[in-house]
């Protein structure tokens, strides 16, 4: 099957609704993110991404054009990525992989005055930092203190 046809970055839509309220994520997991249903509401400049497989939600995540982009870039172009979750049910099949490959293009189309997205991820958190490698992200070297540690800073440059 050729998964990555199938797998596509959407806006939130009323239709996904009922997918991610009921993500699930082991509590190993959960100190790294949030579930979509505690971020549904946000506020200007923040933009619920939806990972489908199908025209179902398999993934979530947030993309900020705030001024917390200040605090982990001084590129005026750049989004923050935040809260990347994939429910566990449909963890190891490749979702989080294709939704952040389909990331640089979803920009371009979306947001086409930016040109970077930035984000952070525990350092404890390797399967985050491999996929994030993966997918062309790059360790700017900076690092954070946040909630539960030191956070990576990295960067992917929309080309």
């Known amino acids: 099957m050729n998964r990555s046809s199938s797998v596509k970055l959407q806006h939130f839509a009323e239709k996904f609704l009922h997918d991610l309220e009921n993500f699930d994520l082991p509590q ?67 979702f989080a992989k294709e939704g ?6 979803f920009i371009k189309d979306f947001f086409p005055k930016y040109n970077e997205v930035v984000l952070v991820v525990n350092k404890k958190n390797i399967p985050a930092q491999n996929l994030y490698k993966k997918v062309g992200f790059v360790d700017t070297g900076i690092r954070k203190t946040g909630q539960i540690g030191e956070q990576i800073l990295m960067s992917l440059l929309i080309t």
Do not use: C, W
Request: charged share 20%; glycine share 6%; aromatic share 6%.
């Open 28 to 94: 190993q997991q959960i100190q790294f993110s949030a579930l979509p249903k505690e971020i549904l509401n946000t506020t200007d400049g923040q933009y619920r991404i939806v990972i489908t497989h199908d025209e179902q939600a398999v993934g979530f995540f947030l993309l900020h054009a705030t001024e917390r982009v200040k605090d982990y870039s001084s590129n005026p172009k750049a989004l923050l990525l935040t809260a990347l979750t994939v429910d566990h049910k449909h963890q190891g099949m490749g």
């Open 100 to 105: 952040m490959l389909a990331l640089s293009h």
